[in-house]
């Protein structure tokens, strides 16, 4: 007996896949649909095949072009994938974004997450649909951002994976003791032995440091520390890099107030330049407004996305009782690496709290959480009042 059609369907809207425009010309203008059923063919050369109902007009045009273009889908454009799924006229289906035809005349969208312009070269009978074989003659990725995925009939985006560990820095520490007249060492000392780089107020060997510099004539850590910059031009961020190469150390790009929230589109051209300039590491600062976790989500997974292999570290505050909210939104986000500050002071995300939140969901922190919790009752001390941070009590019995 064959399997009804509506048991098919259910089966295969268990099978999760990217959401692609197939697009056409013709001599009345555009046309365009949505459509899941598209894969790669091969490399050599480069073929890419999409099937189309054959009772659809887009299948005709198609047919008659001998071309189509197809366009990838980001997270943030299901509401344009459902515009080419339904019953608006073709013309209608187009306005409002903006349009590019490379080779064959079929347009493709300029800012999909990938585009391809292909000439058919194969046609192939499968039941009511055609196997369309097109070649690819001109392809780009103009940003990169989640996929839009299709799944059970519904629009969803990747899943939400923790990392494997976290890599924490105490950027804070020393400035807060700093500004209270309290001496630095032996604390600063303490969280490097623990397995937390530190940053210092001036240059000095050390792997386990980093320094602050607004300039390439600053004092740099010695061979194998970290320098860090505040973004500010391409130009800029390119000789502070070129000063971190010479002194041997890495080179970390830091953008202030990233998760604003009418910073979304500066931080991320800020990534992009600090990414062209070469920087080792991105780092992505609150800044005084408390982000919220949305916002957080947001900047980070087109900023994760776009630096790909470079990591992405963040520095979070506690000020408004979201710092372990956002850190656990940041860690889905893709990101691994934090600024942290020892106790807590000054609003700063608390090492310890951090530790204490990534062993609670399963998620290695190589830094020594219980000798951290020991230098925070330390400070506490010396500090002469209750530090912010919340779990350092647990530091010694919670696994």
Request: hydrophobic share 45%.
């Amino acid at each position: 007996m064959a399997v009804d059609t509506e048991t098919f369907r259910s089966v295969l809207g268990q099978w999760p896949t990217g959401v692609v425009l197939v697009t056409t010309t013709a001599g009345d203008g555009w046309h365009g649909m949505t459509a899941s059923s598209f894969s790669s063919v091969s490399l050599e050369p480069p073929l890419v095949l999409v099937c189309l109902d054959t009772r659809l007009a887009s299948h005709r045009l198609v047919s008659d072009s001998g071309a189509f273009g197809i366009s990838i889908l980001g997270r943030d454009q299901a509401e344009l994938g459902r515009r080419f799924a339904g019953r608006l006229p073709p013309a209608e289906r187009f306005q409002g974004q903006e349009w590019l035809t490379p080779r064959t005349g079929s347009p493709v969208l300029a800012n999909a997450l990938g585009w391809l312009d292909c000439r058919v070269v194969h046609a192939y009978p499968g039941g009511d649909h055609t196997i369309f074989v097109g070649e690819v003659l001109a392809a780009d990725t103009p940003r990169a951002t989640g996929p839009l995925l299709f799944h059970s009939r519904t629009w969803g985006r990747l899943a939400d994976p923790l990392p494997d560990r976290v890599v924490l820095a105490d950027t804070g520490l020393a400035a807060a003791l700093e500004r209270r007249g309290l001496a630095d060492g032996r604390l600063l000392e303490a969280v490097r032995d623990a397995g937390v780089r530190t940053r210092v107020r001036g240059g000095g060997p050390g792997k386990a440091r980093s320094v602050l510099l607004d300039s390439p004539a600053g004092p740099a850590p010695g061979p194998g520390g970290v320098i860090e910059f505040p973004y500010r031009d391409p130009a800029a961020a390119a000789a502070m890099v070129a000063a971190a190469r010479a002194a041997d150390c890495t080179a970390v790009g830091r953008v202030f107030d990233a998760f604003a929230a009418d910073r979304r589109a500066g931080t991320l051209a800020a990534v992009g330049e600090l990414l062209a300039a070469g920087c080792d590491e991105i780092a992505l600062d609150e800044g005084g407004e408390p982000a919220s976790p949305l916002a957080v989500r947001e900047i980070l997974g087109d900023a994760v996305s776009q630096a790909r292999q470079t990591p992405v570290r963040v520095r979070l505050t506690d000020r408004a009782g979201l710092g372990l909210a956002n850190a656990l939104t940041a860690m889905k986000s893709g990101v691994r690496h934090f600024d942290v500050t020892l106790g807590g002071l000054d609003d700063g995300l608390c090492s310890v709290d951090l530790l204490f939140l990534a062993s609670r969901l399963g998620v290695e922190g190589p830094a020594d959480r219980e000798a951290l919790a020991a230098a925070a009752a330390e400070l506490e001390t010396a500090c002469g009042e209750p530090l912010p941070g919340r779990t350092r009590a647990l530091g010694r019995t919670a696994s």
